[in-house]
T-cell receptor
Framework: QKEVEQDPGPLSVPEGAIVSLNCTYS??????FMWYRQYSRKGPELLMY????GNKEDGRFTAQVDKSSKYISLFIRDSQPSDSATYLC?????????????FGEGTQLTVNP | ETGVTQTPRHLVMGMTNKKSLKCEQH?????MYWYKQSAKKPLELMFV???????ENNSVPSRFSPECPNSSHLFLHLHTLQPEDSALYLC???????????FGAGTRLSVL
């Protein structure tokens, strides 16, 4: 079983739709959760970063963590064609332990005008 | 730009060639990483350097040889690669080991 599971898609939505991207994980030690966005032919760029459970909002993006279910989500409101990219979830345990990031496979999203 | 620069952006090489990938970070970070990204697979960590010292080598074949002359520069020396080594090679850096990572744009490598 993979430590982090992420549906690779592809996911195709019309412009303006609400997009939900999800990851599940098995390691209960994970406490730091990140979402990276990767455009074609580019490296991943950090989009959202959350610690422990709860929600974090940044413009049209909301990151949600449910540690009890070992489930994280990224919501994109009013999706735009420029949001078309691959979205990678990543997570790690305590920073002080120097634990490493574990990535999901990435979900490929296309927003159609 | 994230402050992490990789060159070249694209590289085509034969199985008998020797080439090197270069990464430079302008962020003052202490840790640098090499990742391999293949289609339909999660990012695979290859090497980690923390304060110029290699701290991790995830069972990477010896045909990949990293070098970190200082905390701003990282190289990946390649020799006698195989076609299955074709992938996007990403460099990343973080303030310290285990903290948020910032990625370069990657080198798209094709081995013929």
């Amino acid at each position: 079983q993979k430590e982090v599971e992420q549906d690779p898609g592809p996911l195709s939505v019309p412009e303006g739709a609400i997009v939900s991207l999800n990851c599940t994980y098995s390691n209960s030690a994970f406490q730091y959760f990140m979402w990276y966005r990767q455009y074609s032919r580019k490296g991943p760029e950090l989009l959202m970063y959350t610690y422990s459970s709860g929600n974090k909002e940044d413009g049209r993006f909301t990151a949600q963590v449910d540690k009890s279910s070992k489930y994280i989500s990224l919501f994109i409101r009013d999706s735009q064609p420029s949001d078309s990219a691959t979205y990678l979830c990543a997570m790690s345990g305590e920073e002080t332990s120097g634990s490493r990031l574990t990535f999901g496979e990435g979900t490929q999203l296309t927003v159609n005008p | 730009e994230t402050g992490v620069t990789q060159t070249p952006r694209h590289l085509v090489m034969g199985m008998t060639n020797k080439k090197s990938l270069k990464c430079e970070q302008h962020l003052g970070h202490n840790a640098m990483y090499w990742y391999k990204q293949s289609a339909k697979k999660p990012l695979e960590l290859m090497f980690v350097y923390n304060f110029k010292e290699q701290t991790e080598n995830n069972s990477v074949p010896s045909r990949f040889s990293p070098e970190c002359p200082n905390s701003s520069h990282l190289f990946l020396h390649l020799h006698t690669l195989q076609p299955e080594d074709s992938a996007l090679y990403l460099c990343a850096s973080s303030q310290d080991f285990g903290e948020l990572e910032y990625f370069g744009a990657g080198t798209r490598l094709s081995v013929l």
